[in-house]
C-alpha cells in the first residue's frame, strides 16, 4: 500500500501538470501550430540548406533558395489545380445542371414516384447534415484560427519561424539547452538530435504517402476518363498533409467531376478508387512505412492519430504522429544513459539539430605556414 501510494501521488503530479501544459496549448493555440508547422518544414528544407551550403553556397543564398523553393512548389502545385478547375467551372456548372435535372427527372417519373415536396426535403436534409459534419469536422480543441485574419497571421508566424529556424537554428537550439541544467544538457542536447532526425524521416514519408495517394486516385481518374484527372491528383497531393479534411475533400472532388460528366457507374468505380487509396494509406502505408520510417510501431501510429484526432481535431490528427515518434525516441535515448559518458557541453558548445552548419574553408593569411 505504501509503494502504490507513493507512485500514486507521483502520476498525480505528472498528470496535472500534462493537463496544465495542454491547457496552456489550447490558450496558445495560435502561436503553437503556426511554430509545430514551421519546424515540421524547417525538417525538409534544413537538409537541403546544408546541402547547398556543402557545394559552396554562401549561407544566406542557401537559406533563400530553399524557402522560395518550397513556397514556389506548393504555391506553383494549388495555382496549377485550381487554375484548371477554374477554367472548366462554367462547363463543369452545365454538367452539374444536367445531371440534377435528369437524376430528378428519374426520381420523379420513375418507379420510386418521389414527389418534388419529398426531393426537396432530401436535400434540405442532405444539406443540414453536411453543414453539421463539417462543423464538427473542422472544430477541434486546437483549431487554427477562427478567422481568415487568424489564418494569414499564423501563416506569416509559420513563415517567419521557418527563416528563423534556417537562419539560426544553432542559436535558438543553444538557447534552449543553456535552459536546462548543466548535468542535464548532455541528455538533452542527445535527445534533441534524436528526435530531429525522426522528426526528418517523418517528414519525408508523408511526402512519399501524399505522392503515392496522389498517383493512385489521379491515375485511376485518369483510366476512367474522367476530366480533371491532373488538376484531381494534384489537389489530393497538397490535401494529403491535411488529415481528415484533405482526404474526404479531395476524394469527393474526383466522384463529384466523375458523376457530373461520366454518370453514375463511372462515379461508383471512381468512389472505390478513393476508398481503395484511402484504406490502403491508412491500413497500410501509415502504420508500415511510417511506423518504420519513426521507430513507432504500427498501432501506436493508428492509436496516436485516433487519439489526436478526438483530442484536438485536425491539428491534434496531423501532428499526433510526430510528437509521438520523437517523444518516443527522446525518451528511449535517455533511458539508454549512453549520455552519461559524455562531458556536458555548455551551451556555446552544444551542436544543434536544427542548424548542421558546414565546416569552413580554411583561411590563409600572408606569411601562413601551416593550414
Given at each position: 500500500m505504501r509503494l502504490a501510494a507513493?507512485?500514486?501521488?507521483?502520476?498525480?503530479?505528472?498528470?496535472?501538470?500534462?493537463?496544465?501544459?495542454?491547457?496552456?496549448i489550447v490558450q496558445l493555440r495560435l502561436v503553437v501550430i503556426p511554430i509545430l508547422v514551421a519546424v515540421l518544414v524547417s525538417a525538409l528544407l534544413v537538409p537541403f540548406s546544408a546541402f547547398l551550403q556543402r557545394h559552396r553556397w554562401p549561407k544566406w543564398l542557401g537559406v533563400t533558395t530553399a524557402l522560395v523553393s518550397a513556397l514556389a512548389v506548393v504555391g506553383g502545385l494549388l495555382t496549377l489545380g485550381v487554375w484548371q478547375i477554374v477554367r472548366g467551372s462554367d462547363e463543369l456548372a452545365a454538367q452539374t445542371m444536367i445531371a440534377w435535372e435528369e437524376l430528378r427527372s428519374g426520381l420523379m417519373d420513375g418507379p420510386l414516384q418521389i414527389t418534388e415536396q419529398q426531393l426537396d426535403d432530401w436535400v434540405d436534409?442532405?444539406?443540414?447534415?453536411?453543414?453539421?459534419?463539417?462543423?464538427?469536422?473542422?472544430?477541434?480543441?486546437?483549431?487554427?484560427?477562427s478567422s481568415l485574419g487568424h489564418f494569414v497571421a499564423g501563416m506569416f508566424l509559420a513563415l517567419f519561424a521557418t527563416l528563423f529556424m534556417l537562419i539560426d537554428g544553432r542559436g535558438i537550439w543553444n538557447w534552449m539547452v543553456g535552459i536546462f541544467p548543466r548535468r542535464a544538457r548532455a541528455a538533452v542536447d542527445g535527445a534533441g538530435q534524436a528526435g530531429w532526425a525522426t522528426l526528418q524521416n517523418f517528414a519525408k514519408v508523408q511526402i512519399l504517402v501524399a505522392t503515392i495517394d496522389a498517383i493512385g486516385i489521379g491515375l485511376g481518374a485518369f483510366l476512367l476518363g474522367v476530366p480533371l484527372a491532373v488538376p484531381i491528383g494534384i489537389l489530393v497531393f497538397l490535401g494529403s498533409f491535411i488529415?481528415?479534411?484533405?482526404?474526404?475533400?479531395?476524394?469527393?472532388?474526383?466522384?463529384?467531376?466523375?458523376?457530373?460528366?461520366?454518370?453514375?457507374?463511372?462515379?461508383?468505380?471512381?468512389?472505390?478508387?478513393?476508398?481503395?487509396?484511402?484504406?490502403?494509406?491508412?491500413?497500410?502505408?501509415?502504420?508500415?512505412?511510417?511506423?518504420?520510417?519513426?521507430k513507432v510501431h504500427p498501432l501506436g501510429v493508428v492509436v496516436a492519430v485516433t487519439a489526436g484526432s478526438l483530442v484536438a481535431g485536425i491539428p491534434g490528427a496531423l501532428f499526433a504522429v510526430p510528437v509521438a515518434a520523437v517523444v518516443n525516441v527522446m525518451i528511449l535515448y535517455v533511458s539508454r544513459g549512453s549520455w552519461k559518458s559524455a562531458d556536458p557541453p555548455s551551451p556555446a558548445e552544444t551542436r544543434s539539430p536544427l542548424w548542421r552548419t558546414v565546416p569552413e574553408r580554411p583561411r590563409f593569411r600572408r606569411g601562413d605556414q601551416t593550414t
Open positions: 507513493a507512485w500514486s501521488w507521483r502520476l498525480l503530479l505528472v498528470v496535472a501538470l500534462l493537463a496544465v501544459g495542454l491547457f496552456l436534409q442532405i444539406g443540414a447534415a453536411i453543414r453539421a459534419d463539417s462543423g464538427a469536422l473542422v472544430s477541434g480543441a486546437l483549431s487554427v484560427g488529415p481528415i479534411v484533405g482526404a474526404v475533400a479531395t476524394g469527393t472532388l474526383a466522384v463529384f467531376v466523375a458523376l457530373v460528366y461520366n454518370g453514375w457507374v463511372i462515379a461508383l468505380i471512381m468512389l472505390g478508387v478513393v476508398l481503395l487509396v484511402q484504406q490502403v494509406e491508412g491500413h497500410v502505408l501509415q502504420p508500415l512505412i511510417m511506423g518504420t520510417a519513426v
